[in-house]
């Protein structure tokens, strides 16, 4: 959305007038551009705004409040502490996604303590902090809950480094805390005293998330707390609180929206299973239910009181049968997104084909990613039957086992609003299973019907004809991964040729060389990064690149006795910053 | 799910080359590992272990293995089943001394999971390492010993192997989250499906349930079975030296400590199961311990067999009676005998850990 043009004429009009630093013939005073422009919070918008003119970038940097920063290594805490002086929220994104598959050293980087010592002193009104992969020691929240007197939300996805020490720190002194969010956290055993931490007169929290971190936490002091944090709204305990426990916490709180269970495994007396019965009865608010570990048929009925506000039903942690989750799904009529398990098998994907019809997302996770063994797990057919039944999808991650030609092509008819579509045919380079031929036909008929499509990531044998269909056709793709596939360096050419939008690629084991990457010379400064392993590179190649492109920052991680010649595994990133500092031995910056 | 503790990490540090976790070709440079990898979770190579004496037999320079610690205990009960406690194995596995670098090199067959291999598995590393600059797209096992964990193996098997897929051998892939990969281990399958126990391989359907610690009066049970058998189970973790993938076991299943040391004799002990080949070379390198019984209660083996009561210390088993054992312990664990000695510190220490390495 662009800045209304007639404004933006007014303005350049005066341009030739002002040298640029004061602008006495503007029609609008600073202040009301500043009003104006304070209203704007897309970053992509006001990242557009602050290129028009020298007054609208100042007027930007000066109201902009939320921080969004998808590579941290792109731009230095410095150079941010300069422009920006009033953030109060900031959104920041380490890793490459392959670190969440353990392609990279544990010590990559993505440290977020050089970013809180600035934010300590450039930001002290900052409230809240939302991290990505990356890496926060104890020390760095230690910092963080000394330094922001108005602190509320913190939000940490992927990270690891923290321990019990650090959480302490958090609960211990940040007293106005709204939001606790830890999720897919990579250090799970941590230690649980942080929980007891939060002082007794503290009521603030609104929503608090510890399920993926598996440490025994006080119940007592869950309970307390839970009791006492009246606007609590979402609540995700981890699988260590019972049944009985989650019923006597949710008789504390009957208006949550979002609640993630704890274990479902326990022996309940038919009093305690009547009490959970009507504790998920009373929560008539639930939007959102995850968690579930170990729910069987038995249990799972509990549940059914709660689900007829549901519009995200995450069972992804359990392994369901396709009846169970059959007799769920009747209940929850208003599901837009749904992540199982493929031991639902196809027969649970048909009964989600026909329980919801306002589905937008599914996301169906291997419950046994090495098992060869095509009696489990979901095929094509499964997927036939969501779309069948579900039109609105647009985001589907799907594991199977084995995957056709045709039944993609009729999906895609079937679904033709897909924004992010991740199939992933779990053994590499398998074709067709009916026709053996490659799946390129599948992916091209994605990315042809797709218009829509953001997201792409493919997987079965695929030859370059599968990126020629996507350079001409997924003219909005902005994410692509790739893995096992490919003939030759033609393939990766013509994604980077052909994609205007591509913003993030990412390639592994396939067979692309210099000439594949070096075709993408002027692109990737309009990407936010590229990562290769276990391609054709060598450090010829990337050293040419990094010489051409002197504002890409070319990493080399390199295996230790390999030789002088292959680079194993190149990350590529556009960065106003130079080459990072802290990068361990191991990544060479060329 | 725990990570390593100091006392673990401190083990491997000290037998550089039994925790072998990941197939690697690296250099000698032995002397960092363990620290700085992340879990090979993708590439279910996490599996293959060699409890501590196995590797010593073999010279430096002949094990030309990087160590890399896993993050233990979170593998698939599949998995872990057919590769506890297994030596070194080759590649092939189907030919007795058939060396791995043809299967790196996407020759042999890999009806394996995830192995150990040594530098005796390729024999031709440097001509694979060339060989690999031309191939199109296979990867050559290389690993760094800084922890990198960019191990790889061939992407490109040959066969589809029965039983045990490709897939498995290959790191971060199938692309499945950390998170999300400790979650599956920690909880296994649901015990309420025919299906499940009509399927004789699928040991795992033993495995069941998932124990917990105890809050208040919990005891961890099953729940009642589609069938309508009622049964309590009593399920606590079982950990090995040595070995980072820990296993459950339902005591109520058990009368006595014999039939306890039976059993965790059986699964930490490798067995003749699914698919599980092993080559000559490998049956020379297991240690004692591990082809014979262990023999956990006598005090005659290399290893004894300890839990952690209910005030977090840790006991050797067979003591206090069998039900009183019940009422108090919390989770086992096999350790060295020749570790027994700091039976009371160690455990102190290990409770400080905070996360995997």
């Known amino acids: 959305m662009d800045p209304d043009p007639k404004k933006s004429k007014v303005l350049t009009s005066n341009l030739p007038n002002s040298?640029?630093?004061?602008?006495?013939?503007s029609p609008f005073p600073d202040e009301v551009l500043e009003k104006v422009l304070s209203l704007i919070d897309s970053h992509k918008d006001r990242n557009s705004v602050s290129l028009v003119c020298k007054d609208w970038y100042n007027a930007e940097r000066w109201t902009r409040s939320n921080l969004f920063i998808g590579n941290c290594y792109s731009v230095s805490p410095e150079i941010v502490a300069r422009r920006f002086t009033k953030i109060k929220s900031v959104t920041l994104k380490g890793k490459p996604r392959f670190s969440d598959f353990n392609m990279l050293p544990r010590d990559w980087g993505a440290n977020v303590h050089s970013w809180m010592v600035t934010f300590a002193k450039a930001y002290p009104f900052l409230e809240e902090l939302r991290l990505k992969r990356m890496r926060v020691s104890d020390q760095s929240m230690e910092l963080l809950a000394k330094s922001f007197p108005h602190f509320r939300a913190l939000s940490l996805s992927s990270c690891d480094g923290f321990t019990d020490d650090g959480l302490k720190a958090i609960t211990t002194h940040c007293g106005n805390l709204t939001e606790l969010d830890i999720q897919d956290s990579v250090t799970a055993d941590i230690g649980g005293g942080w929980l007891s931490c939060f002082p007794e007169n503290f009521s603030s929290l609104e929503i608090l998330n510890f399920s993926s971190l598996s440490s025994e936490v006080s119940f007592e002091a869950l309970e307390r707390l839970v009791s006492r944090c009246r606007s609590l709204r979402v609540l995700k305990v981890n699988d260590i609180i019972t049944l009985d426990q989650l019923q006597r916490l949710l008789v504390h709180a009957p208006l949550l929206t979002e609640l993630g269970t704890g274990s479902f495994l326990q022996e309940l007396t038919p009093r305690q299973y009547e009490d959970i019965e009507s504790a998920f009865g009373n929560c008539k608010n639930l939007r959102v239910l995850s968690g579930l570990w170990d729910a069987t048929s038995f249990y799972i009925p509990v549940l059914y009181g709660a689900c007829s506000g549901l519009t995200f039903l995450n069972m992804s942690d359990t392994v369901l049968q396709s009846g169970e989750l059959a007799k769920l799904l009747a209940h929850c009529p208003n599901l837009r997104r749904l992540w199982v398990t493929d031991s639902v098998g196809d027969k649970g994907l048909e009964a989600v084909g026909s329980s919801c019809p306002l589905l937008e997302e599914l996301r169906v996770f291997p419950a046994d990613p090495y098992d060869l063994d095509h009696r489990h797990g979901v095929t094509e057919l499964g997927f036939l039957a969501v779309s069948r039944g579900c039109r609105k999808l647009r985001y589907v991650l799907y594991f199977c086992r084995r995957m056709t030609n045709a039944a993609v092509v009729t999906i895609v008819q079937n679904c033709p609003d897909f924004t992010h579509f991740r199939l992933c045919i779990m053994n590499p380079r398998q074709p067709d299973y009916l026709t053996n031929e490659p799946?390129?036909?599948?992916?091209?008929?994605?990315?042809?019907?797709?218009?829509?499509?953001?997201?792409?990531?493919?997987?079965?044998?695929?030859?370059?004809?599968?990126?020629?269909?996507?350079?001409?056709?997924?003219?909005?793709?902005?994410?692509?991964?790739?893995?096992?596939?490919?003939?030759?360096?033609?393939?990766?050419?013509?994604?980077?040729?052909?994609?205007?939008?591509?913003?993030?690629?990412?390639?592994?084991?396939?067979?692309?060389?210099?000439?594949?990457?070096?075709?993408?010379?002027?692109?990737y400064e309009m990407m936010r990064s590229l990562w290769m392993s276990a391609c054709n590179l060598t450090m010829k190649g990337c050293r040419l690149l990094a010489r051409e492109m002197p504002r890409l920052n070319v990493e080399v991680i390199k295996d230790e006795g390999s030789d002088e010649i292959q680079a194993d595994k190149v990350y590529v990133y556009r960065s106003v910053a130079g080459p990072r500092q802290d990068a361990p031995p191991i990544v060479l910056t060329l | 799910m725990s990570g390593f503790s100091q006392k673990q990490k401190a083990e491997l540090r000290r037998f550089p080359g039994s925790m072998v976790v990941v197939v690697v070709v690296g250099t000698n440079n032995n002397s960092r590992q363990g620290g700085s990898c992340t879990p090979q979770r993708g590439g279910g190579s996490g599996g293959g272990v060699i409890s501590g004496g196995s590797m010593s037999t073999l010279s430096r320079e002949e094990n030309n293995m990087v160590v890399m610690s896993s993050e233990e205990s979170s593998s698939f009960p599949d998995e872990s089943e057919l590769e506890l406690g297994l030596g070194l194995s080759l590649g092939g596995g189907k030919a007795k001394n058939k060396p791995a670098a043809a299967a790196a090199a996407g020759g042999g067959s890999w009806d394996q999971y995830a192995r150990i291999l040594t530098a005796k598995d390729f024999p031709s590393v440097v001509s694979a390492k060339a060989s690999s600059s031309s191939s199109s797209s296979s990867s050559v096992t290389k690993a760094s010993n800084n922890g990198t964990c960019g191990t790889k193996r061939t992407a490109e098997p040959p066969s589809s192997p029965p039983g045990r897929s490709a897939v498995s051998q290959v790191v971060g892939w199938p692309p499945i989250r950390t998170y999300r990969m400790n979650s599956l281990a920690n909880h296994a399958k649901s015990p309420v499906t025919e299906d499940f126990f009509s399927t004789a391989d699928k040991c795992e359907s033993k495995n069941i349930i998932v124990d917990k610690t105890n809050h208040g009066s919990n005891a961890n049970n099953n729940v009642a079975k589609e069938k309508g058998r009622l049964k309590t189970s009593l399920f606590v973790k079982v950990n090995m030296d040595g070995i980072p993938i820990g296993r459950k076991v339902d005591l109520n299943a058990h009368s006595c400590y014999k039939t306890l040391a039976h059993a965790l004799d059986d699964m930490f002990r490798p067995s003749a199961a699914v698919g599980a080949k092993r080559s000559n070379v490998e049956e020379q390198v297991l240690i004692a311990a591990t082809r014979q019984p262990l023999r956990l209660l006598d005090g005659s083996s290399d290893f004894v067999l300890t839990y952690e009561d209910k005030e977090g210390d840790w006991m050797l088993v067979g003591d206090v009676p069998w039900e009183m054992f019940l009422n108090s312990v919390r989770r086992l664990r096999i350790m060295r005998t020749a570790d027994v000695n700091g039976l009371g510190t160690h455990e102190r220490n290990r409770k400080q850990s905070t996360g995997p390495i």
């Open chain 1, 19 to 25: 040298n640029g630093s004061s602008h006495p013939h």
């Open chain 1, 439 to 523: 799946m390129d036909e599948a992916f091209g008929a994605v990315a042809k019907t797709c218009t829509k499509l953001q997201r792409l990531s493919v997987s079965g044998l695929l030859t370059d004809t599968t990126f020629e269909y996507i350079g001409k056709y997924a003219k909005n793709l902005e994410t692509l991964s790739v893995a096992f596939a490919g003939s030759s360096d033609r393939g990766m050419q013509c994604v980077l040729e052909g994609c205007p939008k591509l913003r993030k690629l990412e390639i592994r084991d396939c067979p692309f060389g210099n000439a594949a990457l070096l075709s993408g010379l002027k692109k």
